[in-house]
């Protein structure tokens, strides 16, 4: 995965009991992207398949990075 700088603003939504991916190493995508990181909890892998619909909080994060200069 590239670990380049992005070269606009994101947000990395991380889940604490991810099994794709430890804490650890989704706090050093953020970092090196220059991502702002929201820590959703323990809400294991954030996907369809794991039964997640739609996401309220999501849509205020996506609203952040569209309204925000």
């Known amino acids: 995965m590239p670990r380049a700088r992005l070269p606009f603003r994101s947000i990395v939504v991380a889940s ?17 992207w220059g991502a702002e990181l929201y820590d959703a ?15 309220p909080a999501g849509e205020l994060l996506l609203r952040r990075l569209v309204d925000e200069p």
Request: glycine share 16%; charged share 20%; no cysteine.
């Open 41 to 55: 909890g323990e809400a294991g892998h954030l996907d369809t398949a794991s039964g997640y619909g739609p996401w």
């Open 16 to 32: 604490r009991t991810d099994p794709s991916a430890t804490v650890d190493q989704v706090h050093g995508y953020a970092r090196d």
